[in-house]
């Protein structure tokens, strides 16, 4: 059974940083498409930054238009890991952080939730002064 585990959320004050990490059971992440998701209280959930596999050890990345700049996908294979470095948090940033993976390598619409078939917990990250 594929389980998805995100870890290193927490409580930090505007304009610091964090990095959220993502790792999987009985599932190779650096085969498929992978994809950071949040969700705030009382909103939906929303696309914050992708990696698709488009060749052998190569990857194409995209980030949503509020985070560019500021977050970082990454792909870490050895440790089968994918992590999201987030600089110059604010307070908008606050949510649940969830990791999804697909089981494709590249997927179209890699905004899409639909497009993902095991999804993390969650992990809460609070940005706050």
């Known amino acids: 059974q594929v389980q998805l585990l995100e870890s290193g959320g927490g409580l930090v004050q505007p304009g610091e940083s964090l990095t959220l990490s993502c790792t999987a059971s009985a599932y190779t992440l650096s085969n498929v498409a992978m994809a950071w998701f949040r969700q705030a209280p009382g909103k939906d959930r929303e696309f914050v930054a992708a990696?698709?596999?488009?060749?052998?050890?190569?990857?194409?990345?995209a980030n949503a238009e509020s985070v560019k700049g500021r977050f970082t996908i990454s792909r870490h294979n050895a440790k089968n890991l994918v992590s999201l470095e987030m600089n110059s948090l604010t307070p908008e940033d606050t949510a649940v952080y969830y990791c999804?993976?697909?089981?494709?390598?590249?997927?179209?619409?890699?905004?899409?939730?639909?497009?993902?078939?095991?999804w993390g917990q969650g992990t809460q990250v609070t940005v706050s002064s």
């Open positions: 999804a993976a697909s089981r494709r390598s590249n997927i179209e619409d890699y905004r899409d939730r639909g497009e993902y078939d095991y």
């Open positions: 990696s698709r596999r488009i060749g052998s050890n190569v990857y194409n990345t």
